[in-house]
């Protein structure tokens, strides 16, 4: 089959690789049909996610059709179409009897890092009762890819870990993928204002249309003054980072106000500093997450019943042979105005 390997940092080839067999009782073997990327993908080939070596095919979001089941599977058959999560989850550990499935002692996020991932013709999943989702009869399988990982990640780690509530101010520091699908899952909450944050002009028209209150280009002025401007002077009540560089964390400790929330989104690959001189008596919360995947199922409704057009985040369309245009268009944001692509399989 063919599969985008990487081969160490900024390396990456489309090669022909094996097909991946059943090799636990748990397994499921998927042909895909649709993959995407991820800024976590570019993470890696930075050099920031040393778990994931050379040598190991990429990608941890996707749908497509079972073609093999272990003798273990009682809730797939090959033919059926799934939806791949992007935490592979044994249900059965600690961690998964808590909800951590991101922490799982077996799985985690393991597609793409320290297992084979979903950018292949076919790919190996690990506890498929637990990792698959049937994909609804009709259901739009471009839009479905989105809940792989960005709209879950975005929803977990940045609105539920941020605590929005109705009526309260949000600023979302990062107007990619991840940060549009926070603002999107946001508004669930009906805050009274929602600040978009970013470096780029057409992804905060793009916020605006996606219902952002407001938006600021970061590169012009001072970010921090102009939201302390637009809440009275007081700050926000959560401030999401949604980039995983240090400036964008330290904005979002300039802008949050007391009684505060800071949820961190963003793969972070070098130390960032924390004030606590400054924070120190502020009543702040800060929070990190992985992904765990928990909303899925709701998600999944939403984004069928429409309340979610999950395909709004979705500019580029590629087959697998052209996954090198994919990155490279995906990798140059700013200049080919992308936000998710899809490769078709």
């Known amino acids: 089959m063919k599969a985008l390997v990487y081969g160490g940092p900024g390396e ?3 090669e022909e690789h094996d097909k991946p067999t059943v090799r636990d009782p748990g397994d499921a073997v998927v042909r895909m049909t649709r993959t ?21 095919i990429l990608g941890h979001e996707g749908v497509g059709v079972v073609d093999q089941v272990g003798p273990g599977v009682t809730a797939f058959r090959p033919g059926d179409r799934v939806l791949i999560s992007c935490i592979s ?3 059965k550990c600690d961690y998964c009897r808590r ?19 979903t950018q292949a013709e076919y790919v190996r999943i690990p506890h498929a009762d637990t990792s698959l989702y049937p994909i609804p009869e009709g259901a739009d399988e471009e839009a479905l890819v989105m ?10 780690c940045g609105v539920l870990n941020g605590k929005v509530q109705p009526g309260c101010s949000v600023a979302i520091v990062g107007s990619g993928p991840i940060g549009l699908a926070a603002l999107l899952t946001a508004q669930f909450y009906s805050p009274a204002e929602i600040i978009m944050v970013d470096l780029d002009d057409n992804r905060l028209q793009v916020a605006t249309r996606f219902g952002a209150t407001h938006t600021i280009n970061s590169a012009t ?12 002077g007081r700050g926000v009540d959560t401030a999401i980072e949604a980039v995983g560089v240090p400036a964008s964390f330290l904005l979002c400790q300039d802008i949050v106000g007391p009684g505060g929330v800071i949820a961190n989104i963003g793969v972070h690959g070098m130390k960032v500093d924390l004030h606590l001189e400054r924070l120190w008596s502020q009543n702040i919360s800060i929070t990190t997450r992985l992904v765990d995947t928990v909303t899925t199922p709701m998600l999944l409704k939403t984004v069928q019943s429409k309340a979610i057009d999950a395909k709004l985040l979705i500019t580029h369309r590629f087959k697998l042979d052209e996954i090198q245009d994919a990155y490279a268009t995906f ?4 200049e080919t ?6 490769i078709e399989i």
């Open 221 to 232: 002025g001072d970010p921090a003054a102009q939201i302390k401007a637009l809440t009275g």
């Open 36 to 56: 995407t990327i991820c800024g976590t993908d570019l993470h890696i080939l930075k050099g920031d996610v040393p778990t994931c070596t050379p040598g190991r």
């Open 337 to 342: 105005h992308a936000l998710k692509v899809i």
């Open 99 to 117: 909800g951590m499935y991101s922490h799982c002692t077996t799985g985690g996020w393991i597609l793409g890092n320290q297992i084979d991932g």
């Open 331 to 334: 990798g140059r944001a700013a």
């Open 89 to 91: 989850a044994c249900g």
């Open 147 to 156: 809940l792989s990982d960005i709209l879950p990640t975005g929803f977990e």
């Open 12 to 14: 990456k080839a489309l």
